[in-house]
């Protein structure tokens, strides 16, 4: 095992190989004097109390009539329709005329609502705290960040299936606590979206988040590879170890001359770290900052790319690079929610009007968040994202598609994305109809997650 190499460490350092993470947690949270709090708190009973554990699996059968569906991968809107679930699964889509209802199933009656396949997010960071845009973390708000870390996140979790986000993807986030979270999702023990995740970000010991956010060069959130081997072999240990992850995230990132001029990886290791992952069957999207950066992540052959950023396209798209972006079919995820928060309404507009070019050209866009980047919260940012995408060109429909079968296809599966026969059902029922006024996806009022009842207002 390599000296160098965190994973390995931590195995080695580890013991059994089960469940290592939570007691290297719990070792953290002593080290900051975070438990004594939680035992002020209340203790275990509250902890588990409040850990927003998973209910029953769903099981028989479950038919949802009376509301307007959103049918397929391209959300066709069916009036008349009901959709029968059966042991968490999507089992029939019919005319209600049509259907035969199973005996003892329940019925829910959904008039007035638009049922819509569950919302996916491919941009979220499971371990940020929620904060308004400006606010700082200070000190009285340190022990509850450390109590919800210690309890995988419930807020974000909540807050997620509360807006109808029942599929998330983590791109940066503590590698073993987020792998620890997204097998206790599996596994049923706690409530939540579906979590995919990239672990650790690729980037430089100069790059972004390190002289950005001030994460430490070793730390478990991202990772430094200095030379193409190296980069191969963390990628392989990602890819291939106890915990695999889903997917390599990847920041490439100059900075901006004028304020903060930041170290990309050099391209050789760029290149190691895209064919590596594809060799083992997984994508890499992107971090990109420069017109610079952008090109050098293409050319290293990228699946996706992540924010539209204002220092490299506002201008106007060089024409080989949206033909790139268009050809390969790269998946874009804008984050426009992020910058609409950091730039101003004009210059917004404008980076809105270069994602319609990508629209209009027949490129593929998804919907991502970057939440919890401040003033982003988790799942209400989301809600943003896809008004912002419907605004951009795209119009409700197509916003609708890059949050749910369009994000499913960058996430490899057709188990969800889409109300179908065979999917998973998670769904979401908003009163109104977002097709003819997209804001209508903000008023939620039933989620199902596998099936289960998991919101209800
Ligand atoms: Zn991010």
């Given at each position: 095992m ?5 994973i ?7 013991g059994?190989?089960a ?5 290297r947690?719990?070792?953290?949270l002593l080290a900051?004097?975070g438990?004594?709090l ?5 203790g275990?009973?509250?902890y588990?109390a ?11 059968h ?14 066709e809107?069916?009036g ?5 679930v059966s042991?968490g ?8 005329d049509?259907l035969?209802?199973p005996?003892?199933?329940e019925?829910?009656d959904?008039?007035g609502h638009?049922l819509l ?5 491919l ?6 705290p929620q904060l ?7 000190p009285a708000?340190?022990?509850g960040?450390?109590?919800?870390i210690a ?10 299936l ?11 986030d503590?590698y073993a606590?987020v792998?620890?979270?997204?097998r ?6 706690l409530?939540?979206p ?12 100069g790059?972004?988040p390190?002289?950005t956010?001030?994460?430490e ?7 430094i590879?200095?030379?193409p081997?190296?980069?191969r072999?963390i990628?392989?240990?990602l ?8 997917l390599?995230k990847v920041?490439?990132?100059?900075g901006?001359p004028a304020?903060?001029q930041m170290?990309?990886i ?10 590596e992952a ?5 994508t890499?999207t992107?971090?990109?900052g ?8 293409l050319?290293?052959?990228?699946d996706g ?8 396209v506002?201008?106007g ?9 268009v050809?390969r079919?790269?998946?874009?995820a804008?984050?426009?929610?992020v910058t609409?928060?950091?730039i101003?309404?004009?210059k ?5 009007e270069?994602?319609?070019?990508v629209?209009a050209?027949?490129?593929?866009i998804?919907a991502?968040s970057?939440?919890?980047i401040?003033?982003?919260?988790f ?9 912002l995408?419907a605004?951009?060109?795209?119009g409700?429909?197509a ?8 994000a ?6 057709d ?8 999917r998973a059902a998670d769904?979401v029922?908003?009163r ?8 209508r996806?903000r008023?939620?009022s039933?989620?199902f997650r ?8």
């Amino acid at each position: 095992m390599d000296e160098d190499h965190p994973i390995a460490t931590e195995r080695g350092s580890a013991g059994k190989p089960a469940r290592p993470t939570r007691r290297r947690f719990l070792r953290g949270l002593l080290a900051v004097g975070g438990l004594g709090l939680i035992s002020a708190a209340g203790g275990i009973t509250h902890y588990l109390a409040t850990l927003y554990g998973a209910g029953e699996p769903q099981r028989g059968h479950l038919v949802l009539t009376g509301a307007r569906v959103l049918a397929g991968e391209g959300l066709e809107p069916r009036g008349g329709t009901a959709v029968l679930v059966s042991d968490g699964m999507i089992a029939e889509v019919a005319d209600e005329d049509d259907l035969v209802i199973p005996e003892g199933a329940e019925v829910v009656d959904l008039s007035g609502h638009t049922l819509l396949p569950g919302l996916i997010d491919l941009h979220v960071h499971m371990g940020f705290p929620q904060l308004e845009r400006g606010e700082e973390m200070g000190p009285a708000q340190m022990p509850g960040y450390v109590y919800d870390i210690a309890r995988y996140a419930p807020s974000a979790r909540r807050a997620f299936l509360d807006h109808g986000v029942t599929t998330v993807r983590s791109l940066g986030d503590e590698y073993a606590w987020v792998m620890e979270m997204r097998r206790m999702l599996q596994e049923g023990e706690l409530e939540g979206p579906r979590l995919f995740a990239a672990g650790p970000t690729f980037t430089t010991p100069g790059g972004h988040p390190i002289v950005t956010f001030g994460v430490e060069k070793d730390s478990d959130t991202v990772r430094i590879p200095a030379t193409p081997e190296e980069a191969r072999r963390i990628v392989r240990a990602l890819a291939t170890g106890d915990d695999p992850v889903d997917l390599i995230k990847v920041v490439q990132e100059r900075g901006d001359p004028a304020r903060l001029q930041m170290d990309p990886i050099p391209t050789e290791v760029l290149a190691a770290i895209v064919t590596e992952a594809h060799e083992h069957g997984r994508t890499v999207t992107a971090h990109w900052g420069t017109q610079e950066d952008l090109a050098e992540v293409l050319a290293a052959g990228v699946d996706g790319v992540e924010h539209l950023e204002a220092r490299g396209v506002l201008e106007g798209w060089p024409d080989d690079l949206l033909a790139l972006l268009v050809e390969r079919g790269v998946a874009v995820a804008p984050t426009l929610a992020v910058t609409e928060a950091a730039i101003s309404p004009e210059k917004h507009e404008r980076l809105r009007e270069r994602l319609g070019e990508v629209h209009a050209a027949g490129g593929r866009i998804v919907a991502s968040s970057d939440a919890a980047i401040p003033g982003v919260p988790f799942g209400g940012g989301l809600h943003r994202e896809v008004e912002l995408l419907a605004d951009s060109g795209l119009g409700p429909r197509a916003a609708l598609v890059a949050a749910t079968s369009e994000a499913a296809k960058v996430l490899g599966t057709d188990e969800i994305g889409a109300i179908a026969p065979g999917r998973a059902a998670d769904l979401v029922a908003v009163r109104g109809d977002p097709l003819e006024n997209i804001e209508r996806i903000r008023d939620v009022s039933t989620v199902f997650r596998d099936g289960r009842l998991v919101v209800e207002r």
